[in-house]
């Protein structure tokens, strides 16, 4: 039996929060109006020559085709800094 | 498997913790491995944590939420079948410069990834008696989407980047 580390997650919507002195984040897994941010937060990686070595990324094309594909951003799980609204991980 | 995936192959670490959380690794010859129809494949794709959020431990509390989100799932299929030696095998991918050099110097993030896989289990009650990390480079264990199946593709950044195989060992019930 194989699973994705990330399916099913879509039919949970538990989140939790974890509080540190200025933000609280909150983990969930993503959802179709979190896919614009999650492109930046990609954008944001590759942008980083340092990040680029240290982060192993898909190329865009293919993360943008799972996205599209509404399979993806199921098995995507984001943590969002909730006084922002902004996803950070 | 394919024939080649010797060649691939890096490395082979038996992975332990100490008192006081002390990390150990130790090289072992536990290869080749075999996978069975009973085991428990997970696979991790790329993770990010924005610069000025790191080092506050987001990034191993959103490892830890996402496997939380198949613990129900795990927990059923590990525990259905006590007469076999159920692998749970966690699969990433770490570039070269988070992972230890070809000869296993360095440092790496596969210890605080062992150790969220392996705290993961114990807190749902999967009691592991091993765990073991294999590296390999030219060629990469994937889990393939369109296929379902465990299988090994060629790493075109093999000089860039490291596929990662954790494996715990479910320890077997003694009726």
Redesign the interface.
């Known amino acids: ?6 399916s ?2 879509c039919f ?1 919507t ?1 989140s ?1 929060f ?1 509080s ?1 002195i200025n ?1 609280s ?1 909150q ?1 969930s ?1 993503a959802t179709q109006k979190d896919i614009p941010s999650l492109l930046q ?2 954008d ?2 590759r942008s ?1 020559a340092e ?1 680029c ?6 190329p865009a094309h293919v993360q943008e085709e799972y996205l599209k594909e509404g ?1 993806e951003k199921q ?1 995507i ?3 969002k ?1 909730t006084a922002t609204d902004r996803i ?2 | 498997m394919e024939d080649n995936t010797s060649e691939a192959h890096v490395d082979s670490t038996l992975m332990s913790w100490g008192p006081e959380n002390t990390f150990n690794r130790h090289l072992t010859d536990q290869w080749p491995y075999a996978i069975d ?15 000025e ?1 790191r080092k ?4 191993t ?2 490892y830890f ?6 613990k129900y ?2 927990k059923r ?1 590990a525990s259905r079948n006590t007469t076999t030696k159920v692998k749970l095998l ?1 699969l990433y ?3 070269a ?2 992972d230890y050099d070809h000869v296993g110097q360095g440092s790496s993030r596969t210890p605080l990834i062992a150790k969220i896989f392996y705290e993961f289990l114990q807190a749902i009650n999967i009691p592991i008696f091993a765990l073991v990390s294999h590296r390999f480079q030219s060629m990469w264990p994937i ?1 393939d ?1 369109k296929t ?3 299988i090994f593709v060629k790493n075109e950044n093999a000089a ?2 490291y596929e990662n195989v954790l494996i715990a060992y479910k320890e077997i019930k003694v009726n």
């Open positions: 039996m194989k699973i994705l580390l990330s099913m997650g949970m538990i939790f974890a540190d933000h984040i983990y897994v937060l990609m944001c990686a980083s990040d070595k240290r982060v192993v990324i898909a399979i098995r799980f984001i943590a800094d950070v991980g | 129809a009973n085991d428990i494949i997970l696979y991790s794709g790329s993770d990010y944590v924005l610069p959020y506050r431990g987001i990034n509390e959103l939420f996402a496997l939380s989100q198949f799932t795990i299929l966690l991918g770490l570039s410069l988070s889990f989407m379902s199946k465990f860039l980047m």
